[in-house]
């Protein structure tokens, strides 16, 4: 079977795609608008693009009636955006920070999250996320104009803040602390909570619960 994305309804297109390319990571991020008022919002097409300099990727996707996300309108004009990351326990607030509320209302405060400082940039970070990095715009890319389509906010990160006790070895995000939340699609999600490590020149594998 084959299909051709582009005649499918946009809809269509939406869940075709986000349940193939599973399971994604959620960067939650934090901006302020022109009046130094907070927004936060979950976005899944997110990825790392390069780590020398250090740059995360986050797809805005312009809304069905053509109008940009608070987050877009708010990093084309403050240049500035904090990506927390979502662990397990924030699901639910998480979700209620998804929720179109009106331009310049607090959706972090309105799910009982807190603000925690920045050194940075303007936007503060979630307290309650394990990990958020401080990031500067560096690049938009709008892959067309029109509803649907994809805005790619490329950001360049100046700070990283980890809870205490994330730290493996001194150098690396431990999984199992980090405990972070993947996406699939429609209402599902994905815990890491099961790992395979993999040792090619032995041939091993060793399955960690
Ligand atoms: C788990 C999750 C992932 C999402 N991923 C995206 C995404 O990758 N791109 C996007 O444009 N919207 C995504 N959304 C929808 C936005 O979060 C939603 O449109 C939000 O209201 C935007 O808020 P804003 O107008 O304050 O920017 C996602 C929602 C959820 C719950």
């Excluded at 979950?42 to 780590?51: D, L, N």
């Amino acid at each position: 079977m084959e299909l051709d994305l582009s005649s499918l309804e946009a809809r269509h297109a939406h869940d075709l795609l986000t349940s193939a390319l599973i399971p994604r990571p959620i960067a939650w991020v934090a901006t302020v608008n022109s009046r130094g008022q907070a927004n936060i919002a979950p976005f899944s097409f997110f990825t790392g693009v390069s780590w020398s300099p250090p740059v995360l990727a986050v797809s805005v996707v312009t809304r069905p009636d053509g109008s940009y996300k608070d987050t877009l309108v708010n990093i084309r004009e403050g240049g500035e955006f904090v990506v927390n990351l979502v662990s397990v326990d924030l699901l639910a607030a998480m979700e209620q920070t998804a929720r179109s509320l009106p331009y310049g209302t607090d959706e972090a405060e309105a799910a009982g999250l807190h603000w925690a400082p920045t050194l940075k940039v303007k936007p503060q970070r979630i307290a309650e996320a394990r990990v958020a990095f401080e990031c500067t715009l560096a690049k938009i890319v709008s892959v067309d104009t029109g509803p649907d389509a994809g805005n790619l906010v490329l950001g360049r990160i100046q700070r990283v803040h980890l809870q205490e006790g994330l730290l493996a070895n001194e150098r690396e995000v431990d999984w199992q602390a980090l405990d972070p939340l993947g996406r699939l699609s429609g209402k599902r999600y994905c815990t890491v909570r099961s790992v395979i490590e993999s040792d090619y020149k032995r041939s091993q594998q060793t399955l960690f619960r």
